[in-house]
């Protein structure tokens, strides 16, 4: 079982950063592929960027390709997400998830652990 907490959300004007994190509880972290998502208001769930265990394997939606950086510290059960130049449709509760699973997927049904969401709101 893993637990999942994500912080850093907040308001953000357009053209600024922010940089989410994901802790997870448990000891078998490093053997987890992550997962962020997003759901905006009115919309499904939508593959925003994931990572393989190690964090040799990295992978990104078009749409915030060259923006969005995701990275792993397996030492402290944490993964991040580097959210730069923002844009209002980056507007949104974003998700991290954890799949038993060495390989990250850009499937939302493949992920085994969800956190409670954090919300991004991004002004024009």
Not at 35 to 41: D, E, I, K, L, S
Not at 42 to 64: H, L
């Amino acid at each position: 079982q893993v637990q999942l907490v994500e912080s850093g959300g907040g308001l953000v004007q357009a053209g600024g950063s922010l940089r989410l994190s994901c802790a997870a509880s448990g000891r078998t972290f490093s053997r987890y592929a992550m997962g962020w998502f997003r759901q905006a208001p009115g919309k499904e769930r939508e593959f925003v960027s994931a990572i393989s265990w190690s964090g040799s394997s990295t992978y990104y939606a078009n749409s915030v390709k060259g923006r969005f950086t995701i990275s792993r510290d397996n030492a402290k059960n944490t993964v991040y997400l580097q959210m730069n130049s923002l844009k209002p449709e980056d507007t949104a509760v974003y998700y991290c998830a954890a799949r038993r699973s060495a390989i990250a997927t850009l499937n939302r049904y493949d992920y085994d652990y969800w956190g409670q969401g954090t919300q991004v709101t991004v002004s024009s």
